[in-house]
């Protein structure tokens, strides 16, 4: 503390003693302007020093980069409406409680096909009623929700172009590796419409993120974690790697204010294509798998009941005769600690990875029966 206010003392004499100098002075020159000399090359190598890797992507992918605009009709109750819940007033007001609203929202996209399949988020445009990109270079086109996943929060869209688009190819073979350079790309706010997008740079902080459940249906599982900041209006933009390759979708942050604080998460490329297909093809995601077993996630108590030394897991309490669990010999009271592969800890786990899979695959369950591991090939049903 004493060093700071010395310090402090300084800085203040020494200001005011420049300030007694300055009229006993000439006045100082006018500032020049200071650059290379461009005759020696020296400002071309210069400019060539600022291009790297990621100024390239950016260059590479901001073209097929969209701001998206919509409208959604929302049911909400109308002011006071508790006052009608009372039989008195119900009986004399015939008010309606609830109305409907226009809300105008805003969010971003990427353009995946030179035919305008338009790739966002579920929660940008999964329940619009008017839907407007726009592009970088000023244009802006009308387009149709072709369907979307709310358990992944993934939406394709469709604008009808008359000419091939600038598109951005997912990067599904190398996968994203832990500390390389990332760029997300969007418009924050919805500031900066029919424009370039802004772009955020950072690393990939983690892989295989598991968020919490949310009350919109949300399953963000297998998320990709960055610190490059993405806000609100970034959702749906692309997280690209160092190459332009889109390895994730930005879809969520984590947040106390609001705003951006580097911790953010995207879609996996992998888990993105896969749902994106379907919803190309057939404009849905079949979600109606069925296995017949009914679980419930392993608590200390039911550990302590089954004498097994870990309170991880699902517990199979019950399997309908002739179903998909009961043919692949599942039993109640075995314990399910992983679903090909992939560790289950509790029931929402369980959910969780189960939706991954589609009618007609084949998982290997891995399970305790009797404290003892085996594994269980398990053929999805259709519900």
Partial sequence: MRVSVS????????????????????????????????????????????????TKAVEAVSPAVVSINVVEVRRVRTPFADIYDDPFFRHFLRRPQMQE????????????SPDGY???????????????????????????????DPPTDLALLKVDAQESLPYLAFDTTAGPI???WVVA?????????????????GVVSATD????????GRLYRD??????????????????????QVIGVNAAIYSASGGSIGIGFAVPAQKAVRILRELRETGTVDRSYYT?????????????????????????????????????????????????????????DYVARIYDFRPGDVVQVRLLRDGQPTTLPLRIGRR
């Fill in 178 to 180: 832990v500390g390389e």
């Fill in 209 to 216: 993120r598991d968020l919490q459940s949310g009350r919109d």
């Fill in 185 to 201: 790309l969007g418009n924050p706010f919805g500031l900066f419409e029919a424009t370039q997008p802004s772009v955020t740079v």
């Fill in 101 to 112: 609203r226009r809300v105008e929202s805003i969010g971003s996209g990427f353009i995946w």
């Fill in 7 to 54: 310090l402090l003392g300084v800085v203040l004499i020494l200001a005011v003693g420049c300030h007694d100098g300055v009229g006993q002075q000439s006045p100082p020159p006018p500032p020049q302007r200071v650059a290379p000399d461009s005759t020696d090359g020296s400002a071309a190598a210069i400019t060539r020093s600022r291009q790297n890797a990621i």
């Fill in 223 to 244: 998320m990709i974690q960055t610190d490059a900041a993405i806000n609100r209006g970034n959702s749906g933009g692309p997280l690209v790697n160092a190459l332009g």
């Fill in 292 to 348: 017949g077993l009914y679980a419930s996630t392993v608590t200390p108590r039911i550990a302590r009941i089954l004498d097994i030394d870990r309170t991880e897991g699902v517990l199979v309490r019950d399997v309908d005769a002739g179903s998909p669990a009961d043919k692949a010999g599942l039993k109640p009271y075995d314990v399910i600690v992983a679903i090909d592969g992939e560790r289950i800890a509790t029931r929402d």
């Fill in 118 to 148: 338009i790739v966002t988020n579920d929660h940008v445009a999964g329940n619009a009623t008017e839907i407007e990109v726009l592009f970088p270079d000023g244009r802006s086109m009308p387009a149709e929700l072709v369907g979307s």
